[in-house]
């Protein structure tokens, strides 16, 4: 059973730089079936796609936030990580990585993020 | 980008009743729309995807219906562990949008 781990800084000051990884146990960020995604939600609001990665590299974002977000693979194939750079108060959020079932054959040629991460709360503060 | 209306935003209702919340669509997107669950300082979990796929392990008293632009979750017999909020998400096509949330409460 696939699981996502997010870990990263909790408190970040304003303009500097978010950085998040998020762990993958039970499969590889390698699988061809899924697209490897990032959402926030700011405390008692909605939830915000930021973007997502698959294995061939292909990065896909939120025009909202693309010029500061950068979605990668990290140092093994069990890890991706989120960039936000310039970041500000509006920033502050619970970020989640999720797996996203990528309309695959494995994936019945549907989309929809099916394994959650618990989510780490960044805040963005002096 | 696609714009997702949830309605009612809040919902109050007791165990045993029926409720539907829906979800509607600024364009067309056909069955590409999926619903998530939130239970309160969790992350949100999948229940439903492509318009009416009951994901692994929910429970069957949860349907969705719909396509289009217009799509609804019915919850049938309501269980203590039902009272959350509820999210609908196109997947049709990015940046991926949600709606802004329904929250089910205890009457």
């Known amino acids: 059973q696939v699981q996502l781990q997010e870990s990263g800084p909790g408190l970040v000051k304003p303009s500097q730089t978010l950085s998040l990884t998020c762990t993958v146990s039970g499969g590889s960020i390698s699988s061809g079936s899924y697209y490897w995604s990032w959402i926030r939600q700011p405390a008692g609001k909605g939830l915000e796609w930021i973007g997502r990665f698959y294995t061939s590299g292909y990065t896909n974002y939120n025009p909202s936030l693309k010029s500061r977000v950068t979605i990668s693979a990290g140092t093994s194939k069990w890890q991706f990580s989120l960039s936000v750079n310039s970041v500000t108060a509006a920033d502050t959020a619970v970020y989640y990585c999720?797996?996203?079932?990528?309309?695959?054959?494995?994936?019945?040629?549907?989309?929809?993020?099916?394994?959650w991460g618990k989510g780490t709360t960044v805040t963005v503060s002096s | 980008d696609i714009q997702m209306t949830q309605s009612p935003s809040s919902l109050s209702a007791s165990v045993g009743d029926r409720v539907t919340i829906t979800c509607r669509a600024t364009q067309n997107i056909g069955r590409y729309l999926n619903w998530y669950q939130q239970q309160s300082g969790k992350a949100p979990e999948l229940l439903i995807y492509s318009a009416s796929t009951l994901q692994s392990g929910v429970p069957s008293r949860f349907s969705g219906s719909g396509s289009g632009t217009d799509f609804t979750l019915t919850i049938n017999n309501l269980q203590p562990e039902d009272f959350a909020s509820y999210y609908c998400q196109e997947s049709y096509s990015t940046p991926y949008t949600f709606g802004q949330g329904t929250k089910l409460e205890i009457k």
């Open positions: 999720v797996r996203e079932c990528s309309g695959s054959y494995s994936c019945g040629g549907h989309y929809y993020m099916d394994v």
